[in-house]
């Protein structure tokens, strides 16, 4: 009798999970459908702590750095939430999407921008 133990290869430990689809997941929201009575959508917010499918490289200075952690440990130490900083941009971003969409031009977003980009 052999004490070796018999481990899962590579290809059973990195198997895809789901099942996979003719179009990903990204397109069938981007493709606007037919719609005869409007739906009120439930408010945008950002996911909290879990696995993210998808990834994007921000690049910010020393001082938006600072600012982010200082934000991360306001919300810790004088509101109780125990938050990472991608949890706090994803929230931001959702705000700010979420002004875009309700706000259009007079958004927050489009402000700043145009404000940024000059005359």
Do not use: C
Not at 26 to 47: H, K, L, M, S
């Amino acid at each position: 009798m052999t004490r070796r133990i018999s481990l899962p290869g590579a290809a059973e430990l990195f198997r895809p999970t789901e099942p996979e689809r003719d179009t990903p997941d990204w397109f069938e929201d981007t493709v606007p459908a037919e719609r005869t009575e409007p739906v009120e959508q439930a408010p945008r917010r950002g996911t909290p702590r879990q696995k993210h499918n998808s990834k994007i490289t921000v690049y910010v200075s020393d001082a938006e750095l600072f600012a982010l952690e200082h934000a991360r440990l306001v919300l810790r130490g004088l509101h109780g939430l125990a938050v990472d900083r991608g949890r706090v941009v994803r929230e931001a971003v959702a705000v700010i999407l979420a002004d875009l969409e309700e706000n259009g031009e007079e958004s927050v977003l489009v402000r700043r921008l145009r404000q940024d980009s000059g005359p």
